[in-house]
T-cell receptor, first 113, second 113 residues
Framework: AQKITQTQPGMFVQEKEAVTLDCTYD???????LFWYKQPSSGEMIFLIY??????QNATEGRYSLNFQKARKSANLVISASQLGDSAMYFC??????????FGAGTTVTVRA | DARVTQTPRHKVTEMGQEVTMRCQPI?????VFWYRQTMMQGLELLAY????????DSGMPKDRFSAEMPDATLATLKIQPSEPRDSAVYFC???????????FGQGTRLTVV
């Protein structure tokens, strides 16, 4: 069974606007972590943001925020004030008790000027 | 600036040859992962070490792949003999048990002809 589901293969967003990338997950572990990574065309995997299952508040890192809805098992990434450099593939990932990361299929974001 | 270092960045080899990929995890990190990324399969976990001990290598084809951590500063992934279907980007990642991030190296792009 898929542990991480990203239903949006690709998205377009206008520069300076916000974009929300969807991620749902499936786990029975009470303790887990959720990650978002950015993969630009250069191919590197860049860590963006982390949310722990017991964290009381939604995580934020600069223009990135994670909309964590535990009951719905969703961990959507919001990128505010999009920039051309935000054009990339974005991956949602989950770490369970075994500390392995499971990745979704990714969402390609294209920022238009 | 701490980072995961992978060598080589690119490798082209002929079918049947041995390939060795190396990874230097971030100093002090006690978990190390090897992932493979292809267009068809996305990001797949190949092997996982904690405190240099292999905890999970179920994602690796055992007959040709091997992963080791000879010391805390070096992880290796070997393919012998290599096949064209092994062509992919291989990522090493490291983190801390209980940590809030897992960091990736820049990857090794392997092409087997």
């Amino acid at each position: 069974a898929q542990k991480i589901t990203q239903t949006q293969p690709g998205m377009f967003v206008q520069e300076k606007e916000a974009v929300t990338l969807d991620c749902t997950y499936d786990t029975s572990d009470p303790s887990y972590g959720l990650f978002w990574y950015k993969q630009p065309s250069s191919g590197e995997m860049i860590f963006l943001i982390y949310q722990g299952s017991y964290d009381q508040q939604n995580a934020t890192e600069g223009r990135y925020s994670l909309n964590f809805q535990k009951a719905r098992k969703s961990a959507n990434l919001v990128i505010s004030a999009s920039q051309l450099g935000d054009s990339a593939m974005y991956f949602c990932a989950m770490r369970e008790d075994d500390y392995k990361l499971s990745f979704g299929a990714g969402t390609t974001v294209t920022v238009r000027a | 600036d701490a980072r995961v270092t992978q060598t080589p960045r690119h490798k082209v080899t002929e079918m049947g040859q041995e390939v060795t990929m190396r990874c230097q995890p971030i100093l002090g990190h006690n978990t190390v992962f090897w992932y493979r990324q292809t267009m068809m399969q996305g990001l797949e976990l190949l092997a996982y070490f904690r405190n240099r001990a292999p905890l999970d290598d179920s994602g690796m084809p055992k007959d040709r792949f091997s992963a080791e951590m000879p010391d805390a500063t070096l992880a290796t992934l070997k393919i012998q003999p290599s096949e064209p279907r092994d062509s992919a980007v291989y990522f090493c990642a490291s983190g801390l048990v209980g940590g809030r991030a897992t960091f990736f190296g820049q990857g090794t792009r392997l092409t087997v002809v």
